[in-house]
């Protein structure tokens, strides 16, 4: 049985190119390769296309042979990014998609492309702003569906901070640092494909997200007006944050590259360049090979992180929040009472508090003063009670998508946070 070359990419995200039936003799096959290498990125660049010869595109047989860096043409390698040809050439590319563990219907060219960012090429039908949108929109929706199965209690500022411990731009910067992926020193048509590709001097087309643009934008940043949760859950992204112009963003960070913060603005352009790759590492994972790989690639490189959710709670009135609590779930009153102590005329004294609501006792911390270790036995009650969670175990919404799926159980939904004003 005679094997088929693959002449295109199969997805809708990227640009596709007419394949050649299996019955076109080689000499077509050739004619059009050649004619479609002469008129490469010719829509993207202002250089004027030159004839290429036949020989240096086929060996002789029916497979391509790629020319080394040293015979690519000027032209080449005055394009903003790579071909996507050269990506079978490249060791790193090939290092890469082995560590990631990817399937093999991902092709290079495919994950080379994931590397492009937008600040290194304009042009959307080679970098990776298409591929980093689905990445980005799969991230979040399993990210979010996970905390709120697995914690059902979570204030809404807390799932915030959670959401983006998980999948914001700092966490994915170092997702894509731990892949080993290397950036270049400045983008163009000669630097390998496998290394990540972004300019140090300008940001990219920002990638359309959640949230929305407040026209109250300049009295929040400038007199500091209030915005709820509420609020934030309407408006804002999907980390509560507030949607700014990326044009002010900018002007801010180089107004404070040459201050005591030294590249703080290369810094932000390599971070958002990073995590903008690793969505789309995501997204073509899901355009190649579907729901359940993306799914499983993002557990095993974005869930499987360890966050202390413990240590994102910051309490103004424990004490008073607690009695809160109590009185709305119609438990007796918390009661705090000392269990032990030592060195109550020393210099280092240690008590022992207890936070009880009837018999039963709710929390406890050991403080230096008595203050202290009453309101840090409430907060750990208040904690106890927010971070309950079915199990790591927990099904999630997504799982329902499985063919022969088990019937769905209700999750368990709270009532919501406690507001102490």
Same mark, same amino acid.
């Given at each position: 049985?005679?094997r ?11 640009? /596709? ?8 003799p ?12 002469a008129?490469? #990125? ?17 060996d ?6 790629f ?7 000027? $032209?080449?390698?005055?394009l ?12 790193k590319?090939?290092?890469l998609?082995?560590r990631?563990?990817l ?6 060219q495919? !994950?080379?492309?994931?590397l ?5 090429d304009?042009?959307p ?7 980093? &949108? ?13 905390l %709120?199965?697995?914690?059902p209690? !979570? ?7 959670? %959401?983006? *411990? ?8 170092q997702?894509?640092?731990?892949w080993g ?9 000669e ?6 590709q972004?300019?140090l ?8 997200g %959640? *949230?929305?643009k ?24 999907? &980390? ?19 201050t005591e ?5 290369t810094?932000?352009l390599a971070?958002? /360049?990073?995590?903008t790759a ?16 993306a ?8 869930l499987? $992180?360890?966050?202390? !959710? ?5 309490f103004?009135?424990?004490?008073r ?6 009185? +709305?779930?119609?438990?007796? !009153?918390?009661v ?5 102590e030592?060195? #109550?005329?020393?210099?280092?004294p240690?008590f022992?508090?207890?936070? &009880?609501? *009837? ?9 230096p003063?008595?203050?202290?270790? +009453?309101?840090?036995? =409430?907060?750990?009650?208040?904690? =106890? ?9 927990? #099904? ?7 063919d ?5 159980e209700?999750?368990h939904i ?8």
């Amino acid at each position: 049985m005679k094997r088929l070359r693959v002449d295109r990419w199969t997805s809708q995200l990227l640009v /596709a190119r007419p394949g050649a039936a299996a019955s076109t003799p080689v000499s077509a096959l050739r004619s059009a390769a050649v004619s479609r290498a002469a008129a490469v #990125r010719h829509r993207s660049t202002a250089a004027a296309p030159q004839p290429l010869q036949e020989d240096d595109y086929f060996d002789g047989t029916d497979h391509p042979r790629f020319p080394p860096l040293e015979s690519i043409p000027p $032209r080449s390698i005055s394009l903003p990014s790579p071909l996507p040809e050269r990506a079978l050439q490249s060791a790193k590319l090939a290092a890469l998609h082995a560590r990631l563990s990817l399937s093999p219907n991902v092709p290079l060219q495919t !994950l080379a492309r994931a590397l492009v960012d937008a600040s290194a090429d304009a042009n959307p039908e080679f970098n990776n702003t298409n591929l980093a &949108f689905v990445g980005r929109t799969l991230i979040n929706y399993h990210v979010a569906e996970m905390l %709120m199965v697995r914690y059902p209690r !979570l204030p809404m500022e807390i799932l915030f901070g959670a %959401m983006k *411990g998980y999948a914001g731009p700092v966490s994915l910067h170092q997702v894509a640092r731990s892949w080993g992926v290397e950036h270049a020193a400045a983008p163009g048509g000669e630097v390998d494909p496998g290394l990540l590709q972004f300019s140090l001097s300008k940001k990219g087309d920002a990638i359309t997200g %959640m *949230g929305y643009k407040r026209a109250e934008l300049e009295g929040i940043k400038k007199f500091k007006w209030r915005h709820g949760i509420s609020s934030r859950v309407v408006f804002d992204n999907e &980390f509560g944050e507030v949607v700014e112009d990326d044009e002010h963003d900018v002007e801010q960070l180089r107004a404070r590259r040459d201050t005591e913060y030294g590249n703080q603005y290369t810094r932000a352009l390599a971070q958002q /360049a990073y995590s903008t790759a690793a969505w789309a590492v995501v997204g073509a994972i899901y355009t190649h090979c579907g729901r359940e790989a993306a799914k499983n690639f993002i557990r095993a490189h974005v869930l499987s $992180r360890t966050l202390d !959710l413990s240590k994102l709670f910051v309490f103004k009135r424990p004490t008073r929040e607690l009695s809160m609590l109590c009185a +709305r779930e119609e438990f007796e !009153l918390p009661v705090a009472r000392l269990l032990s102590e030592t060195g #109550r005329l020393s210099r280092t004294p240690v008590f022992v508090v207890g936070i &009880f609501s *009837g018999k039963d006792k709710l929390g406890e911390a050991a403080a230096p003063s008595l203050e202290q270790a +009453r309101n840090k036995a =409430a907060m750990n009650t208040l904690k =106890a009670w927010y971070l309950y969670s079915p199990g790591e175990q927990a #099904r999630v919404p997504s799982d329902m998508l499985v063919d022969d799926a088990k019937p769905w159980e209700p999750a368990h939904i709270d009532m919501g946070e406690v507001i102490s004003w």
